[in-house]
């Protein structure tokens, strides 16, 4: 089993930052990706980024150039850093972590881009 836990997310207005954490704890020695998704209302989830255990990444066309995702081994954490953020990147942000023992989800944090 493997447990996340975001935070990060908050209230900011267009053009500001923000940088969302993922704790992950538990079965986290098989991890083979970890991602960052985003769900606003009325829309169906979406991949916002994702990196794999060799350190690459891909990101969503939405957001290329403006977001970046890591991953700090010693902290056992992924961060998403969120710049030049608008109004159309509200949602609530979810980490998602797979590994060879399966699929797993944290909980969301909201961000909300508004003036």
């Known amino acids: 089993q493997v447990q996340l836990v975001e935070s990060g997310g908050g209230l900011v207005q267009p053009g500001g930052s923000l940088r969302l954490s993922c704790a992950a704890s538990g079965s986290i020695f098989d991890l083979y990706t970890m991602a960052w998704y985003r769900q606003s209302p009325g829309k169906q989830r979406e991949l916002v980024a994702v990196i794999d255990s060799g350190g690459n990444t891909n990101y969503a066309d939405s957001v290329k150039g403006r977001f970046t995702i890591s991953w700090a081994n010693a902290k056992n954490t992924m961060y998403l850093q969120m710049n030049s953020l608008r109004p159309d990147d509200t949602a609530v942000y979810y980490c998602?972590?797979?590994?060879?023992?399966?699929?797993?989800w944290g909980q969301g944090t909201q961000v909300t881009v508004s003036s």
């Open positions: 998602d972590a797979r590994s060879t023992g399966g699929h797993y």
